[in-house]
């Protein structure tokens, strides 16, 4: 979201201001902006003591009286100055304009018009790029990150440099390897995807006061759903239908939406560019009222991708007037429109009998009720819980190295031949640092960043440590040309060779979706070249978001070691260092599966099925379904020591109580409906112990993984759970899961259905497998 603007030119030329907001900052991201130094706020009755009187302003009536009370006050075009994400002020009432926009993936960002770094606050604290982050499957790393997020974001709003309304996590599944956000998600399974979206989201939003009903910040889930294609070769997003299964948006696309709802009680969804089946997102009441607000019952405001009503009139043609367009929205259940379409098309539409004030009202009160519970309404901010917060909060020592700690626990070694990492700081007299990503710094913190505290690049971590000799070996990671004999020159006189190569936005981001999945140019060339000739270990490091097929470095025995380090946030540099001198003993695992060439070659982007298909050949996608070869898998990562796990305890047979007239007594059944009567209290412990037999303590994650029985086009095996435990050297650990039978063990038919299946399960943790029956 966000760069529309920038990427379409639509037949209407709306949105200018906005736009040229955004790309301003976008393309002078460090321009200082002398920005008030106080908050926004409204109901200042210390300047105004006649706004007392108003009853949204009264702090001891409940939000719901006070939305009712303000609503009513308004204007038909004072209310839909609240539809928009530059809303309106009403000075007469003492409301002030608010941005609603500003981004927060990683950090607090000054992408979008709503946060603005200045000399008062020069930088916030950038953490890896979330693929990075799910690599660590640390539940507790996302939400504690979120919490230090949040605060660095008050403090920016009480000196009148941010929102409150932060428009993140990205969750949408990393369904394919070519996607160039990628980068921003937790990765390709729903349960991994669902514990880091309401994770963060509790981090951002919860007080700690305990106080439910208010909100630290507000998040925002995105983008809803099936949301996965940027533009790959002519299709962008903008015009694209997903074509997807009841079966495939229930089991995969919907669940990370609805766990952020449900389990993180998120204040906000995003809906998406995107149609599905033929229905823009933001235009379809069945996915907006239906879904969110009937079944999930969101408590909050859903606003549109920037401008996607815009999109679905101007480049989809779906409606044929621009007050179709915004009755369509208003009606579907959109609340908020980033952009200024509602603002322009909706007096209109109700002038014209297509949509009625009440759904107005209702809209712009989900919005009014959002900014109550953030203490908008409530007066003077510096009088509240988080009003002392300010500069000195932001970029920490403890957040800093917050940061680093993040990168540490995500990084992933693919490969380690004996005797190569780690490797001895004292023993190490000249090392070799090659590479177009070697000595970056706003690679490592990707796309939706903010100025950060400071960089530590992959260069400067390891010369903290050993005397280096540095060759970028390429221009830039495009690497038309690689300056081979400069970089094997180096190497050749080094006790070890690490070399730093991969991507970075140029090859993948927002908009831009890859066409395969090899290092660019002469990346490989280099690093082949340069390893012939090395005389000790050979580390490859890849910065990336997506996986890469390096099977050429994989089976070359000269490349000792490899090891995968997402874009890895502003202390990058040293957490890498980290792991190499091995300071830090890896612990990250693959959020992604690594698919070889060959997969992409036959595998259109724009094919949403998840399963297979052995009829024409489609290997089907992620590790659930897909049933071909991979470079690596998903979950693949090793450490500096070794775990073996122990099954202490989990059940041989789990019966599932029915009434007396159920069908699936008297005739043999494959599976039976996961509905509440069935389900209550259906559930039973996994016990297990872990052991580190190494020489080192180490952090390990264990994966609870289940293979249902094959009905239903199941997954071949799915994540159940995970839990990640530190264990010191020949030490053991006891790791417990309880497993809620149709929370967890149940698969969606093909209508979409959940369904729990009878027959033989297998739980799978790393070697160990356990059988168990299901039946009536």
């Known amino acids: 979201m966000g760069s529309a603007p ?44 006649s706004l007392a009187s108003f009853g949204f302003c009264n702090t001891s009536l409940g939000f719901n009286d006070r939305v009712v009370d303000l609503v009513k006050r308004l204007t038909l075009q004072e209310k839909i100055g609240f539809l928009v994400n530059s809303a309106g002020s009403v000075s007469r009432l003492g409301i002030p304009k608010y941005e609603w926009w500003s981004e927060a993936l990683h950090g607090v960002s000054y992408v979008g018009p709503g946060t603005h770094f200045s000399n008062v606050v020069p930088g916030a604290t950038s953490f890896p790029q979330v693929i ?16 230090v997020v949040s605060t660095e974001a008050r403090a920016m709003y009480n000196v009148g440099l941010a929102g409150l309304t932060f428009w993140s996590p990205n969750i949408n599944i990393f369904r394919d390897p070519r996607w160039g956000r990628g980068q921003e998600t937790p990765g390709e399974d729903p349960l991994l995807s669902s514990k880091y979206g309401s994770g963060y989201v509790r981090g951002l939003q919860q007080r700690d006061d305990g106080d439910d009903n208010r909100l630290k910040v507000a998040a925002c889930c995105k983008h809803y759903t099936a949301y996965d294609l940027d533009n790959w070769k002519g299709t962008d997003r903008y015009h694209f239908n997903a074509v997807v299964t009841k079966q495939d948006l229930d089991d995969t696309f919907q669940p990370p939406f609805k766990s952020c709802v449900l389990d993180g009680n998120v204040a906000s969804v995003m809906c998406s560019y995107n149609q599905v089946n033929g229905k823009p997102t933001c235009a379809d009441p069945d996915l ?18 920037c401008d996607s009503v815009d999109v679905f009139y101007n480049s989809q043609h779906y409606t044929k007037t621009p007050e179709e367009a915004a009755a369509k929205a208003i009606l ?11 603002g322009q098309h909706t007096e209109a539409a109700v002038k014209a009998g297509l949509v009625d004030e009440p759904a107005i009202d209702k809209a712009v009160s989900n919005n009014f009720a959002t900014l109550m519970r953030l203490g908008f309404f409530d007066g003077d901010p510096s009088k509240q819980l988080y009003g002392k917060l300010g500069p000195k909060d932001v970029c920490t020592t403890e957040n800093q190295d917050l940061a680093r700690e993040a990168a540490r626990q995500g990084i992933v070694l693919l490969k380690n031949s004996p005797g190569s990492l780690p490797l001895s700081p004292t023993a190490i007299k000249n090392l070799a640092v090659i590479g177009p990503n070697a000595n970056v710094t706003k690679t490592m913190i990707g796309n939706y960043e903010g100025t950060p505290c400071k960089y530590t690049t992959p260069l400067q971590g390891l010369t903290a440590s050993v005397a280096t000799t540095y060759q970028a070996g390429c221009s830039n990671v495009a690497c038309g040309t690689a300056q081979v004999d400069d970089a094997k ?8 060779v690490v070399l730093v190569m991969g991507a970075d936005q140029s090859i993948e981001r927002e908009s831009l979706d890859r066409v395969d999945l090899l290092l660019p140019g002469q990346q490989q060339l280099l690093i082949t070249e340069v390893a012939n000739v090395s005389k000790g270990p050979v580390i490859l490091v890849i910065m990336s978001g997506g996986g890469m097929d390096v099977s050429f470095a994989k089976t070359n025995d000269k490349i000792t070691s490899i090891l995968w380090v997402g874009y890895p946030g502003e202390a990058g540099g040293a957490a890498i260092a980290d792991v190499i001198f091995g300071y830090y003993n890896p612990s990250g695992r693959l959020p992604m599966t690594w698919y070889p060439q060959s997969y992409v070659d036959k595998v259109p982007m724009t094919n949403m099925n998840m399963r297979p298909d052995p009829s024409t050949g489609y290997p089907g996608r992620t590790y659930r379904f897909y049933t071909g070869e991979t470079v690596y898998s998903f979950g693949d990562g090793l450490s500096y020591s070794k775990f073996e796990h122990k099954l202490v305890r989990a059940p041989k047979l ?34 297990l112990k872990v052991k580190n037999t190494g020489k080192i303590r180490g952090s390990h994650t264990v994966f609870l993984f289940s ?64 059988s168990f029956t299901v039946r009536v």
């Open 6 to 49: 920038l990427n379409r030119v639509p037949k209407v030329s709306v949105f200018l201001s906005l736009f040229l907001c955004f790309s301003f900052y976008s393309l002078n991201p460090r321009v200082r902006v002398l920005a008030q130094s106080s908050p926004v706020f409204a109901c200042d009755v210390v300047s105004n003591p």
């Open 132 to 147: 990075l982050t799910a690599a660590s499957f640390n539940a507790s790393l996302f939400e504690a990150i979120g919490k």
């Open 288 to 305: 907006l009222s239906g879904v969110i607000r009937g079944e999930w019952k969101l408590n909050g405001y859903i606003v549109s991708d």
């Open 332 to 342: 579907a259940g959109l609340d908020l429109n980033c952009g200024s379409f509602l």
């Open 489 to 496: 020159k180096v190497a050749a006189s080094a006790d070890a």
């Open 654 to 687: 789990v019966s599932v109580p029915l009434e007396e007239d159920h069908a699936c007594r008297s005739s043999k059944c494959i599976s039976i409906d996961a509905v509440e009567q069935t389900c209550q209290n259906l559930a039973f412990d996994v016990h």
């Open 707 to 770: 293979t249902p029985p094959s009905v239903h086009n199941s997954p071949q095996k799915h994540l159940v759970d995970f839990e990640k435990v530190s264990l010191d050297a020949q030490t053991v650990g006891m790791v417990q899961f309880k497993v809620d039978v149709c929370k967890h063990l149940s698969v969606s038919d093909e209508s979409g259905s959940r369904k729990v299946a009878l027959g033989e399960h297998v739980l799978h943790v790393g070697s160990l497998k356990h």
